[in-house]
């Protein structure tokens, strides 16, 4: 370890050393936020090789109290030395090393009329930590620690490999202890986030790492983007993370690279347009599977509802299904109820099946008969008792015989479907009310146009140009239930632009939160102002979302 160069003392501008601190690059150097506390340039000297070199405080953790998280800080010399650099542990090496009962050492540089270095040798493991920022230091007969350890690196006595950073003691008679803390490097990573770059890490290059990380500088981890996460992984954090490049290692280090190149492009959504480019060409160097298809987007979960009519009867065979990471889920026993009885048996499945999605990110489906698509289900009740309408979340309509089997209504679907994923964006048709009244002529102008995957209407389309279009496979169609009673058809077309407006160039999986936007935003409208928001149907079709039909149901 070239004798150990990359040990330095750490002390104020006007003179005296107050703590230790370890190389972590030609000009960077670790320490505690503590120990240069106040100071906004201390001096740092490589004991018996260049003392008393300048260096700039840069605060990285947010301490500012003793018992605050985040103990950690850089100092930034002016000019790069031409010493070894501290050998850092990989975040396995470090749990591995200190459960095997190494024993290590550590350099601090207590008061002393000698001003010279002094050694502690201690044991540590990660089963003894304090609220999972510290773990526990003990001294071996003989040792202890002072005053003047604080930045000093724990490190493996035999390798050199650097594990932690130690933060504190408790301290007794003559002002030394046999008890101590540090901060895991698996932890001061959280706050100097360039640390990674110098951990031999197991997931992509390093090169490619610290362009990565580079990228993702200053980009928060919000609530949105954890979601995505969620969805991804599988599974919910144990812990907050602190920013979209923790998020990111939190998918490189606990899952397959697949699952990383997807949570790339779901997080790609979150970014303005500058940074989203850079990252997909990031992607297309470093990880070919998130470009050999299109980055997968987290599906939301479902609860997709199911009404099928009962033939001679005027009765519905009521089916709450869910659907969870792309695959069905847990599903109500189907139940046979009168037309009358619909909504409660609706409402009543729905609230037995809320387990299953709660907590995700989810939307209601009702996939019901050409005659209902129409009906104003978002209205109705997600919690009845408390009177709380299904509107607060997304809610779409889809053509229930397309979810039966071998139904050319679905094949129809899922060729348009392809098209609109393939161009990953909404591109709108407009319907008004003066386009062709003849069933037929709608009929032939869709046949014509087959890559026409989203019509925006006026008002409520007529039974024949909802008939043309579900037979002809259109998987999205928006429209207001509000009848146009107007001759020029000029307030029909002002909502009409509105609507293809706020959907237009939207990719097709994110159709179902702009129509709750629009929702919302409806609600804050007088009642005598047109907007497209309110009374809006969508019907958003995806055909792979199929869940099985009920045993025993007509198909």
Request: aromatic share 8%; hydrophobic share 35%.
């Amino acid at each position: 370890m070239d004798d150990w160069q990359w040990r330095a003392w750490v002390g104020r501008p006007g003179g005296g050393k107050v703590g230790a601190a370890f190389l972590v690059t030609p000009t960077r150097l670790l320490t505690c936020a503590h120990t240069v506390r106040g100071m906004d340039e201390a001096r740092v000297g490589f004991p018996g090789l260049l003392e008393d070199l300048p260096a700039r405080v840069v605060p990285c953790g947010g301490w500012r109290r003793e018992g605050d998280f985040g103990d950690v800080a850089v100092l930034e010399l002016k000019e790069a030395v031409p010493y070894s650099r501290a050998r850092l542990a990989g975040p396995e090496d470090v749990y591995a090393g200190a459960t095997s009962g190494r024993v290590f050492g550590a350099c601090g540089f207590p008061r002393r009329p000698d001003e010279n270095e002094r050694y502690a040798k201690v044991t540590t493991s990660p089963h003894q930590r304090m609220r999972r920022e510290w773990w526990e230091l003990k001294t071996l007969p003989g040792y202890w620690l002072e005053e003047g350890y604080s930045g000093s690196a724990v490190y493996d006595e035999a390798t050199g490999d650097v594990i932690g950073m130690v933060t504190n003691a408790e301290l007794r008679d003559g002002d030394r202890g046999d008890l101590g803390w540090m901060i895991p490097l698996s932890r001061v990573r959280l706050y100097w986030e360039e640390l990674d770059d110098h951990l031999p890490l197991g997931w992509l290059t390093a090169p490619a790492r610290r362009e990565l990380r580079e990228l993702l500088d200053g980009v928060r981890f919000t609530d949105p983007l954890g979601r995505d996460l969620d969805e991804v992984t599988g599974r919910p954090r144990v812990e907050d993370l602190r920013s979209a490049w923790d998020s990111v290692r939190h998918v490189a280090e606990g899952w397959p690279e697949e699952r990383l190149a997807r949570y790339l492009g779901a997080l790609a959504r979150h970014l303005p347009d500058v940074p989203r480019s850079r990252l997909a060409a990031w992607s297309g160097r470093h990880l070919p599977v998130a470009v050999a298809r299109e980055p997968a987007r987290p599906e939301p979960a479902s609860l997709i509802v199911r009404l099928e009519r009962v033939t001679f009867d005027n009765a519905f065979d009521v089916t709450v299904h869910t659907w969870i990471d792309g695959a069905e889920g847990p599903s109500q026993k189907t139940e046979r109820v009168p037309e009358k009885q619909v909504r409660p048996a609706v409402e009543a499945g729905v609230a037995r099946s809320l387990p299953a999605v709660v907590g995700r990110d989810w939307m209601i489906e009702f996939a019901v008969p050409e005659t209902w698509l129409g009906r104003p289900f978002e209205e109705w009740y997600v919690d009845r008792r408390n009177r709380i309408p299904m509107r607060r979340y997304p809610v779409v309509v889809r053509d229930v015989e397309r979810l039966r089997p071998y139904s050319i209504r679905r094949d129809q679907a899922r060729h348009r479907w392809r098209l609109l994923h393939e161009r990953g964006r909404s591109d709108p048709q407009p319907v008004d009310c003066g386009a062709p009244r003849k069933g037929s002529a709608f009929q032939d102008w869709l046949e014509a146009n087959d890559d026409y995957s989203v019509l925006v209407y006026g008002s409520r389309p007529m039974r024949s140009w909802l008939t043309a279009a579900l037979n002809n496979g259109v998987p999205v169609m928006l429209w207001t239930r509000t009848a146009c009673d107007v001759p020029a058809h000029g307030d029909c077309r002002g909502v009409m632009r509105e609507l293809a407006a706020a959907v237009g160039g939207e990719h097709p999986g994110d159709l179902p939160r702009v129509a709750l936007a629009l929702r919302k935003k409806a609600l804050t409208i007088p009642k005598d102002r047109p907007h497209c928001g309110r009374d809006l149907t969508l019907l958003w079709d995806d055909p792979s979302r199929l869940p099985d039909p009920p045993l025993g149901m007509e198909v």
